[in-house]
């Protein structure tokens, strides 16, 4: 899909659109008597983040400059996994949305007008639109659609007197993009398939489920002594079933013996803790057992001691060594690498660690919704936000988020690699986190972090009130000072009182990370 050619009548829309964002846009000027005496706005803006701030951050996230939008008194319930229908598409450049976050839009575009009264009448999934990041290719420079996208869900509405349309959508259920084109009214649309979610797994509790520790003795008599069941372990649903005969009888001895884990469980905190003391264990085993032997030209070769073909040798140490095999083929630490509900409440505490942002113990009990919360709020780049798109299991997203949650450091302008910010300057100005969406005038859809202070980044222009996204604040236009690309915006308190007083608004598409 992504190497399939763009016609030249969709090559022109998509040109005219990306044109506008460099377009000047007439508004108010902020009088120097409005703002703070101690606000050098072309400076950086260098406010301490400690203290209570007195915004509002509720108000960001109610989009106010889109107008009075009126509710649809829409909502769809979810979309069968595996359907294959058709939507209108909405190609967004520097956006990746997700399901349950908001989408601001200013439609002024005639094909993306119509696209909406599409929604609003189609029968299938009405008020439902396509949203697909499109993007450029960075070594030919040609346009290119994902073919992961998200449907949106349009709650609220307004046609402005101009005939553009305001609204504010809300991401509902991933999808493939299999193919798209441009119907008879002008409307660009696709077909989708809808992507059946996983349900988020736990640890089995038939595998792992915790028995009293028995020592050696007791443990060798239990093996030696009791039979193997077969009509129990063949049984409907058994864990075993689905084992080897000789799986099953090793699996029988383990059952019947001690865990290690049983030993230390509760007395250690983390499960890293527990991977190590598994581990040195493991490692003690091992070197104990390894001996010096000659071969036939007397080098010394290191290896494993091997079995004894005596019986008697067997039974005296074979069943020893097993008593600290776990109940399941693979220690606890391993299922729950991928317990979706452990791996929730680390991503959940990490997050409050790291972006210093509300608790989402909420959202723990739900690992699918919170991975998705947290990847369209995570202050990362667009590509990498589009790649958590892309992930499927809810697992395997869990475990990426955290992992670039503990390596994400540093932001790099995209074009020229200068260092603009580091981890420790992102700022929550929004009830929705430190990134979100919104809508300028010409139609454009920019995902912006919030930072308290920048690196290499200068003010052009004076700072204006109009269509501020901040209520409140003023903003001007911020530009990387060794290449001059537009990075995004710097936003000054026009009430003295206001706190903080400025912060830097930078676009994630304009962005590329640093790890630790």
């Not at 553009?164 to 259920?173: C, T």
């Not at 090793?250 to 499960?271: C, P």
């Not at 095999?325 to 997050?351: E, G, I, Q």
Request: hydrophobic share 35%; charged share 30%.
């Amino acid at each position: 899909m992504e190497d399939e050619p763009i016609t030249e009548h969709e090559r022109l829309q998509i040109e005219q659109i990306m044109e506008l964002e460099a377009e000047e846009l007439e508004v108010e000027e902020v009088d120097d008597d409005d703002l703070s005496d101690d606000d050098d706005y072309r400076g950086s803006a260098g406010t301490s983040a400690s203290g209570d701030y007195t915004y509002d951050t509720s108000l960001v996230a109610l989009h106010s400059y889109l107008g009075d939008v009126e509710d649809t008194h829409n909502r769809l319930a979810s979309l069968d996994g595996g359907a294959v229908l058709t939507l209108p598409l909405f190609y967004l450049e520097g956006v990746v949305l997700f399901p349950e976050a908001t989408l601001p839009l200013r439609v002024i575009f005639p094909n993306f007008i119509a696209g909406v009264e599409r929604a609003m009448r189609q029968v299938d999934a009405p008020y439902t639109i396509g949203v697909v990041r499109v993007y450029r290719d960075p070594n030919n420079g040609r346009i290119k659609f994902s073919t992961t996208g998200t449907t949106a869900e349009i709650r609220q509405y307004k046609r402005q007197d101009d005939g553009s349309v305001n609204i504010l959508a809300r991401g509902q259920q991933r999808f493939r993009l299999r193919r798209r084109w441009i119907d008879v009214e002008g409307s660009l649309c696709g077909e989708v398939h809808i992507i059946q979610e996983d349900i988020p797994l736990r640890t089995p509790r038939d595998v792992c489920g915790k028995v009293v520790p028995l020592r050696n003795s007791q443990a060798s008599r239990i093996v030696q002594m009791t039979p193997v069941n077969d009509s129990d372990v063949m049984s409907d649903g058994s864990f075993e079933s689905k084992l080897s005969l000789t799986e099953r009888r090793l699996h029988q001895y383990a059952l019947a013996s001690s865990r290690t884990s049983d030993v230390y469980d509760e007395s250690i905190s983390s499960d890293d803790e527990k991977f190590e003391r598994n581990f040195d264990y493991q490692s003690e085993r091992s070197t104990s057992s390894e001996f010096i032997r000659k071969n036939g030209d007397d080098s010394p070769i290191i290896g494993k001691r091997p079995f004894s073909n005596k019986v008697g040798w067997g039974r005296r140490h074979s069943m020893s060594q097993l008593r600290d095999v776990p109940r399941a083929f693979w220690p606890n630490w391993v299922y729950r690498m991928y317990d979706s509900y452990s791996l929730a409440r680390k991503l959940a505490d990490r997050w409050k660690q790291v972006v210093k942002a509300p608790s989402m113990d909420s959202l723990v009990m739900k690992p699918d919704l919170l991975s998705f919360h947290i990847a369209s709020k995570m202050p990362i780049s667009e590509s990498a936000r589009q790649e958590l798109l892309e992930i499927d299991g809810t697992s395997y997203r869990l475990r990426r988020e955290i992992e670039l949650l503990e390596s994400f450091d540093k932001m790099r302008c995209k074009t020229c690699q200068t260092l603009v910010a580091k981890r420790s300057d992102m700022l929550v100005m929004s009830s929705d986190g430190p990134l979100g969406a919104y809508a300028n005038p010409h139609g454009f859809v920019h995902e912006v972090m919030t930072l308290i202070k920048t690196n290499g980044i200068a003010v052009a222009g004076r700072p204006v009130k109009e269509f501020s996204w901040f209520p409140g604040y003023a903003w001007s236009i911020a530009e990387c000072i060794a290449c001059g690309m537009q990075m995004g915006w710097y936003f000054s308190a026009t009430h003295k009182k206001m706190r903080p007083q400025a912060f830097w608004g930078i676009r994630s598409s304009q962005v590329v990370d640093e790890t630790l």
